[in-house]
């Protein structure tokens, strides 16, 4: 009875239970289709409605087509994550996490895995997107590729570690924005740099902002993987 | 055989407001405990201490071995809590829940089959999301967690509630099982004549202390 059933070795229990949490949110994404029903549609829809902006000079909508892109990833990020962390809120959820025995490294990376996931499939949607209503066509593929890696790579750790700081908040939903923005302003201005490289067949600059966007994700994981533990105690 | 609970003038606060008020209490290995008391007298929070939920900000506190002043994360992967909220995921399944929980407390998948079975959570009815379900039928999901996890020490806050006759005997016979296995169990109800016919000693506490303690 005291002797666990299982004992992982020290050093592979957080990727195991980072694979369970990220598991767990990919079921709860299978079962509820919250992202897929909502979340994307919302992002279609941001693009659409930048396109009727701008639609009067084509022009100047081919030109903002990176900052257009990554606002909309901003704006579905925001509502993932309030979906992504509302569900770990709710009816004693966080107490049973905190008891669980899940190493709060493990919870971080899987909670920032999944909103990655999720981001990724947006990502993927909203590039046809543009390509669809705003004509613009990218000439540097690898670049946008990685380009989306390491944003959202730096989104959702950003997003996890503030996610979990408001979700015992009643006021998370519209703190999350305040506290969130302005840390990820760097990911916006990276991202759209590089993607406008990207589509003016100027890679060489773009992977100096993949660079930075590397950074930045990096940075962030590892702050993530230091200062979950405190911040789920607090939360 | 040091005890399994070791209070000794144990204060909680939430917020300002002390909950528990220098609470001295002892539960030995292999006993069911019943605290009993009225409506905010601390029986919440005197189990929420124990499972290292809530800080004791004075006196001494020690849960299976474990200082909980100097280190109360270090108690929890051992105790089980069976709190007012269900510690589910609503739009997860019976089984999801059961399984995903059974596994980040490194137990075996059987055991969580079992568990499910046990509480009569098998069938149909393992299929089913949490959201659909009635209170006692996530009464009987968070109890499953619980089993499944196999903790050391049971901490169970009105195990009784939103369950059926035949939900109420299933948990009696839980926590008489879970004792028969070398856990302990500290419970808190208001059902005073089931809950003294189960337990072997009873605890009662007002105003944030124990104050009375029967065989």
Same mark, same amino acid.
């Given at each position: ?47 659409v ?11 100047i909508?081919?030109?903002?087509t ?13 509502? /993932? ?19 669980s ?14 909103i ?14 543009v ?36 979700a ?45 966007l ?22 | ?47 929420r /201490? ?59 998948? /059987? ?8 509480l ?30 196999r ?58 202390? /124990? ?5």
């Amino acid at each position: 009875m005291t002797e666990p059933l299982v004992t992982p070795s020290r050093s592979g229990t957080m990727l195991r239970d980072a694979a369970l949490v990220l598991g767990k949110d990919l079921r709860l994404e299978l079962r509820s289709r919250v992202i897929i029903n909502q979340v994307l549609p919302f992002a279609v829809l941001v693009l659409v409605l930048f396109a009727f902006a701008l639609d009067p000079d084509r022009r100047i909508l081919t030109q903002a087509t990176p900052g257009l892109f990554w606002l909309a990833v901003l704006f579905s990020t925001l509502l /993932a994550l309030q979906r992504s962390f509302g569900v770990e809120a709710a009816d004693g959820v966080t107490d049973a996490l905190r008891l669980s025995g899940l190493d709060p490294a493990g919870i971080f990376l899987g909670k920032a895995a999944g909103i990655a996931v999720h981001l990724l499939a947006l990502e993927v949607v909203l590039g046809l997107g543009v390509t669809l209503f705003y004509g613009a066509t990218p000439h540097g593929p690898v670049l946008l590729v990685a380009t989306c890696v390491a944003a959202t790579a730096g989104l959702a750790a950003v997003g996890t570690l503030y996610g979990v700081l408001s979700a015992g908040m009643r006021v998370r939903d519209t703190l999350l924005p305040l506290l969130m923005l302005p840390v990820v302003a760097p990911v916006l201005i990276a991202a759209t740099q590089a993607f406008a490289a990207a589509y003016d067949k100027t890679s060489g600059e773009g992977w100096r902002w993949f660079g930075l966007l590397a950074v930045f994700g990096l940075l962030y994981l590892a702050i993530g993987i230091f200062a979950f533990e405190p911040l789920l105690e607090e939360s | 055989m040091e005890p399994v609970v070791s209070l000794r003038g144990a204060v909680c606060l939430l917020g300002r407001f002390p909950a528990l008020a220098g609470v001295d209490l002892d539960v030995n290995a292999g006993e069911i405990v019943l605290l009993q008391g009225p409506n905010g007298a601390g029986k919440t929070t005197v189990l929420r /201490a124990c499972a290292g939920l809530v800080p004791v900000v004075d006196g001494e506190a020690t849960v299976l071995g474990v200082d909980l002043v100097a280190d109360r994360r270090a108690v929890r992967h051992r105790v089980g809590l069976l709190g007012h909220a269900s510690g589910l995921y609503e739009d997860l399944t019976v089984a999801d829940n059961v399984r995903f929980w059974a596994r980040a407390g490194r137990a075996l998948p /059987a055991d969580a089959e079992a568990a499910m079975t046990r509480l009569g959570l098998d069938g149909r009815l393992a299929d089913v999301a949490v959201a659909r379900l009635s209170a006692g039928q996530r009464r009987r999901t968070s109890l499953a967690v619980m089993v499944a996890r196999r903790p050391e020490l049971w901490l169970l806050d009105e195990p009784h509630a939103a369950l059926d006759q035949e939900g109420r005997d299933v948990v009696d016979g839980l926590m008489a099982d879970a004792v028969a296995a070398g856990a302990t169990v500290l419970f808190a109800s208001h059902e005073i004549d089931r809950a003294t016919a189960v337990a072997h000693r009873t605890v009662t506490i007002a105003g944030g202390t /124990a104050t009375a303690v029967s065989a």
